[in-house]
């Protein structure tokens, strides 16, 4: 990328939310922010989502008493699961952008800033350069900020249009811009001679591909797998225009962000997820990572992540059926589509086709309304940005650290420890949690010891070749 | 993983408090120090296996409490090989992976006078770490079950024992041999203590049902 100007790359922000059986609202809402920028403009894409289970205002008090004990259970056996299921995928991305940095050089080259960071850290002092990262932070996180509340506030006023169409965009720009200069870098590295034609066809088919699965329908793989790729590249350029210290600056804040923005009652991700429950919708799947797809037919409420979006940074577990027949909700809207087209869904849901699609089982299916719940069936979502933000972790450890590997793989431990402490934290409030704080934290702290210490205490033990 | 990962960062701590305070150019005493901060690793190592130990208790405590026919789905001495392999791929992995990363690229092995069979050396001498580990992690944790401290004081004595003999490397026969004997007689030890024995050996390697 030559231009300043050029699109932003979006990240978003997640959360992990987990969802029960006993929680009829099976409504996931995720919270995730995006940022896209586009030529002229900067938009900010936020979708939070959180799930709450066992809400209390429950009217089934005794009676899911001892099923919210079963539950709880069933939760803690299968936590192992989920988590497994949420460690593939973020280790497949980290070691994707491991890879492309450790092998194409063009994403540790500096080639300039984005137009978000204005301040340069090449400076004569410390101090400038201690400032001059601050106010590049301070930027970069009223932006998301801004951007948050303009989606809090487009999701109030049912602008669902609008954000669908940023979705779409800012997918069509990673799929497609992104790759290609991915791809172009690639073949620099590797010297591979290859001419526009081939490119042209191999860029459009990914991107076609991707689009369409993200957003519409695909084999769950296939989603899972353009979700990463887009993480991955999302991570990729943020690794290559944010300097230094602002990139860690802005992990740190980012985290705490995150952890405000989703706890606190007056957060505009929490408003946003209550929102979602008020009206009984699921916020934008489209930023999901989904882990399991759910084959029920007769599901009263089906994780609406599963759809087709774009994967948006919040996790939450996805609850195969509810108790209660939620024949009164129609399905929330799927930002955009038109009713017509959720209808056809609904009523398509008998044959299931091979789609995670989840969500209209309800009001097409009134009479025969037998939920199988099946625990089994429980998947777990995670949201983009935290990928992403793992994944620029690990980037830029492996990239700018004196310890090299040794540094990588104690950001990485550290991360999916985090990330396994997060998911039993989700078990026992069993609510939206923020995904990023505790992974982020572990991971930054193990990155500058490791670096500052760890680092030449083995150096000696390998020169000397003692071992501990 | 994690916690040896901890263990590490608080030893190489020490260590680099301790390096700060005293003269870089001094070579003697930066390899007393050096030998310093391994002997306290590796007790601090040992220190967050028991710790990690006590963590262990408490998870199949609440599983227990938590399943249906009262027993947990894994059992300690699962736990106690995982625990061990989760150490030995750390150690091994922090040991070998610059090392290796290097050996990716151009050079020539010992060509300042050091030894030629470096590569080999560490390669070695981390397999037989991550083995040790695993086993002792085995009897780690049998230890502290049955309340024996007497194997829990050998476990922490051989880890001492192999960390001291890799103090005369690069004199190989004295560091590599002690400890792959150390390992043999740590895993004929860790197999008779979960329920292997003569008869069962014989049995798997004669393909007996």
Not at chain 1, 350 to 360: D, V, Y
Not at chain 1, 393 to 404: N, Y
Not at chain 2, 113 to 133: K, N, P, R
Request: proline share 4%.
């Amino acid at each position: 990328m030559t231009e300043l100007s050029a699109h932003l790359p979006q990240f978003q922000h997640g959360q992990l939310t987990e969802n029960f059986p006993d929680n009829h609202l099976s409504n996931t809402n995720d919270n995730s922010e995006r940022r896209r920028h586009d030529t002229s403009e900067r938009r900010r894409n936020d979708n939070p989502e959180s799930e709450t289970n066992g809400q209390p205002q429950n009217n089934i008090q005794q009676v899911v008493e001892q099923d919210e004990e079963e539950d709880e259970e069933l939760t803690l056996k299968y936590g192992a699961k989920h988590v497994i299921m949420l460690f593939v995928p973020v280790t497949l991305c980290m070691v994707v952008v491991v890879a492309t940095i450790k092998s194409v050089s063009f994403y540790t080259r500096k080639d300039g800033q984005l137009i978000y960071t204005p301040f340069t850290e090449e400076t004569e002092t410390v101090g400038q350069r201690a400032l001059n990262s601050i106010l590049n932070a301070a930027i970069m996180i009223s932006v998301i900020i801004v951007m948050t509340i303009l989606l809090v506030v487009l999701y109030k006023y049912r602008c669902y249009k609008v954000i669908h169409g940023w979705l779409i965009i800012s997918s069509l720009l990673l799929l497609f811009f992104f790759s290609f200069i991915y791809l172009g870098e690639v073949f620099k590295t590797y010297n591979v001679a290859m001419d526009y034609i081939t490119v042209a066809l191999m860029i459009w088919n990914f991107g076609v591909v991707g689009m369409i699965c993200i957003h519409w329908k695909g084999p769950l793989r296939l989603q899972q797998a353009y979700l990463i790729m887009i993480s991955a590249l999302m991570a990729l350029v943020f690794i290559k225009y944010l300097p230094e210290w602002t990139a860690w600056l802005i992990l740190a804040v980012i985290s705490v962000y995150d952890l405000v923005a989703v706890l606190c009652p007056k957060g505009p991700l929490r408003m946003l997820v209550e929102t979602a429950q008020e009206r009984n919708e699921t916020l934008f799947p489209a930023l999901i990572y989904s882990s399991t797809m759910l084959w029920l037919v007769n599901m009263a409420e089906v994780d609406p992540e599963a759809q087709r979006k774009a994967p948006k940074n919040s996790t939450y577990d996805k609850q195969a059926p509810a108790n209660q027949a939620q024949n009164e909700e129609a399905e929330a809207d799927d930002g955009g589509f038109s009713q017509e087209w959720q209808q056809q869904r609904d009523n398509r849901i008998g044959p299931i086709e091979s789609t995670p699609e989840s969500r209209a089982a309800v009001q097409a299916l009134p009479s025969n309304s037998q939920t199988s719940e099946d625990p089994e069936e429980r998947g777990v979502k995670l949201g983009l940005g935290d990928f992403i933000f793992y994944s620029v972790l690990v980037g830029k450890a492996s990239a700018t650290a004196s310890g090299d590997w040794n540094t990588t793989l104690a950001c990485f431990v550290a991360i999916l420890i985090g990330l396994c402490l997060t998911l039993l934290l989700l078990a026992i409030f069993k609510k939206a949690l923020p995904a990023l704080p505790i992974s982020i934290t572990f991971g930054l702290v193990f990155y500058f010891a490791t670096d500052n210490l760890v680092q030449p205490f083995m150096d000696q033990l390998a020169f000397h070749q003692f071992y501990i | 993983a994690f916690f040896w990962l901890v263990s590490l960062l608080l030893s190489s701590l020490i260590w680099f408090i301790a390096v700060k305070a005293t003269d870089p150019r001094d070579e003697p005493l930066q390899k007393g120090l050096l030998i310093f901060g391994v002997m306290f690793s590796v007790l601090l190592q040992e220190t967050f296996r028991f710790l990690y130990y006590k963590l262990l208790r408490k998870a199949i405590e609440g599983l227990v409490a938590l399943s249906e026919d009262g027993c947990s789905p894994i059992s300690i001495q699962q736990m106690a090989y995982v625990a061990g392999l989760g150490f030995g791929l750390m150690s091994g992995a922090f040991s070998m992976i610059n090392l290796l990363a290097d050996a990716l690229g151009p050079g020539t092995v010992g060509i300042h006078g050091d030894s030629q069979l470096y590569f080999l050396t560490s390669a070695f001498m981390t397999m037989v770490l991550i083995f040790l580990h695993t086993f002792w992690g085995i009897l780690f944790f049998h230890g502290c079950e049955h309340r024996r401290w007497w194997e829990i004081t050998a476990v922490v004595a051989m880890h001492l024992a192999v960390s001291g003999s890799t103090f005369c490397n690069p004199l190989y026969v004295g560091s590599l041999v002690p400890s792959y004997l150390l390992m043999a007689a740590a895993a004929a030890w860790a197999y008779l203590l979960s329920g292997g024995s003569a008869q069962n050996l014989r049995r798997f390697l004669l393909c007996k049902s």
